[in-house]
C-alpha cells in the first residue's frame, strides 16, 4: 500500500466514523469514490474535521498549520463540495459533511457517468448499514390534501406549516433524477423540486447548487410534487433542514426501501394508509400512485399491504371514490423526531456503537 492509499484508507475510516457511516465494501469502491473526489492533501485536511463547525485557526493550530493557508485549502474544499461551510457575517466555520446526505449531493452540478456508476454501486451497501439505523437521515411525512383533517398534527408533520416557518429557502436539482437523466433512464418528473432552508440554504446558494425562492413559491413547489407523486421526505429532525421530493423511480432511498419485504418497518413514518371496500371500486389509480408497491388489487377492489406502506399519502389525494384514507399509527409505534441535528448526531451514534458491541 503507497503512501496515497494510505490517506484514502484513513479517510474512509474517518467518514465511517460520523454518525451517517460511510461503509466498507468488498470491491473497495467507497475508495475509488474517495480518489475521485478528494485529492491526497485534501483527504489529509479533512480528517481533521468533526461534525462540529470549527475556525481555520482552531483547525490550523491544532494540528500545527498554517493558519492562512489552513483556511483557503478549507475555502476551496468547501467550494468544491467536500466539507460543510456556515458563514455569519465576517465570521466563516468548517466542519465534515457525511458522505449521503452530503457530499454526493454537493455534486449535483458535477456530475459524470463514472462517478454515477461508482457511487450507484456503493449505495446499495449504504443503505444495508443505514437501514438498520431506528433514526434514519429522512422521514416521509404525508402530502397535505392527506392529513386527516379532524387529528391534531404535529408541525413537522405537516410540510406547508414547515415552510411557513422557514426564512431561508433554496430550491435545488434532485441529484437522483438528475443522475439517471445523464444516464439515459430515469423519469420526467420535475427536476427542480428539493428545498433547502437555513444554514444550508446558504451553503447551496453560496456553492451555486440551487437558487433562493419565497415561500409562495416554496408552496408552489409542494403543489407541483403533489400532482406528479412525489414522496416527501424531510430530515429527521423536528427543526427541518429540507424536503426532498421523491420518486420511487430514481431515489436512491426509496428505490433501496422498496426491495425490503417490510419497507414500513425501515420508514420513519406516523401514518399509514387504509381502504374502504365499500366505496372502492378497483379503479387502479391508487396503485399507480403507490412507490412501494403497498397496494394490490382482485379488479373490483384494492387493499393497503400495511408492512409496504410509508405513509406517504399520495394515493389518498387522486382516489375518485374518497375511499383511500390516513390513519395515524397507535402511539406504541410512531416515532418523535430528534429535535434538531445535534439530538440526531448523538441518537445515530448511541445506535451505531449499541450494534458494535452486540457483535
Known amino acids: 500500500m ?5 490517506v484514502y484508507e484513513k479517510l474512509a475510516d474517518h467518514l465511517d466514523r460520523l454518525p451517517e457511516g460511510y461503509p466498507r465494501t468488498p470491491t473497495g469502491i467507497e475508495i475509488r469514490i474517495l480518489r475521485r473526489l478528494f485529492t491526497p492533501e485534501q ?35 468547501a467550494l468544491k463540495g467536500l466539507i460543510f ?63 386527516p383533517a379532524e387529528q391534531a398534527i404535529m408541525p413537522y408533520e405537516e410540510a406547508r406549516t414547515i415552510i411557513s416557518g422557514q426564512t431561508k429557502i433554496v430550491v435545488a436539482p434532485c441529484i437522483c433524477r438528475r443522475e ?46 403533489e400532482k406528479a407523486g412525489l414522496v416527501l421526505q424531510p430530515s429527521n429532525t423536528q427543526k427541518v433542514t429540507n424536503i426532498c421530493t421523491c420518486c420511487g423511480c ?16 425501515h420508514a420513519a413514518s406516523n401514518y399509514f394508509a387504509t381502504i374502504d371496500p365499500e366505496l372502492c371500486i378497483g379503479c387502479g389509480t391508487c396503485m399507480n400512485r403507490c412507490q412501494m408497491d403497498a397496494i394490490e388489487s382482485d379488479g373490483l377492489s384494492a387493499s393497503v399491504l400495511r408492512k409496504r406502506c410509508i405513509g406517504c399519502g399520495l ?45
Open 2 to 6: 503507497d503512501k496515497h492509499d494510505e
Open 43 to 77: 483527504a489529509v485536511l479533512a480528517q481533521l474535521l468533526a461534525m462540529v463547525p470549527e475556525a481555520p485557526d482552531a483547525i490550523a493550530s491544532r494540528s500545527g498549520l498554517d493558519p492562512v493557508e489552513t483556511a483557503q485549502k478549507l475555502e476551496e474544499m
Open 85 to 147: 461551510r456556515i458563514r455569519k457575517g465576517q465570521a466563516v466555520r468548517y466542519m465534515a459533511a457525511p458522505f449521503i446526505v452530503g457530499i454526493w449531493e454537493f455534486h449535483v452540478n458535477d456530475l459524470d457517468p463514472e462517478l454515477i456508476k461508482d457511487v450507484g454501486e456503493f449505495v446499495p451497501y449504504f443503505f444495508k448499514q443505514s437501514s438498520q439505523l431506528k433514526s434514519p437521515q429522512l422521514r416521509t411525512i404525508p402530502i397535505s390534501r392527506a392529513l
Open 180 to 225: 439517471y437523466k445523464m444516464m439515459g433512464e430515469g423519469c420526467d418528473r420535475p427536476l427542480e423540486a428539493c428545498l433547502v432552508f437555513g444554514l444550508g440554504a446558504r451553503y447551496y446558494e453560496e456553492n451555486g447548487l440551487g437558487r433562493p425562492i419565497g415561500q409562495q413559491e416554496a408552496l408552489d413547489i409542494l403543489d407541483q410534487a
Open 250 to 265: 430514481c431515489c436512491q432511498i426509496l428505490k433501496n426501501l422498496k426491495l425490503l419485504p417490510e419497507p414500513a418497518k
Open 315 to 359: 394515493c389518498v389525494a387522486t382516489c375518485p371514490q374518497e375511499a383511500v384514507n390516513l390513519q395515524q399509527k397507535p402511539e406504541a409505534e410512531r416515532s418523535t423526531p430528534p429535535q434538531d441535528r445535534m439530538e440526531r448526531f448523538k441518537r445515530i451514534t448511541n445506535e451505531r456503537m449499541a450494534q458494535i458491541n452486540n457483535k
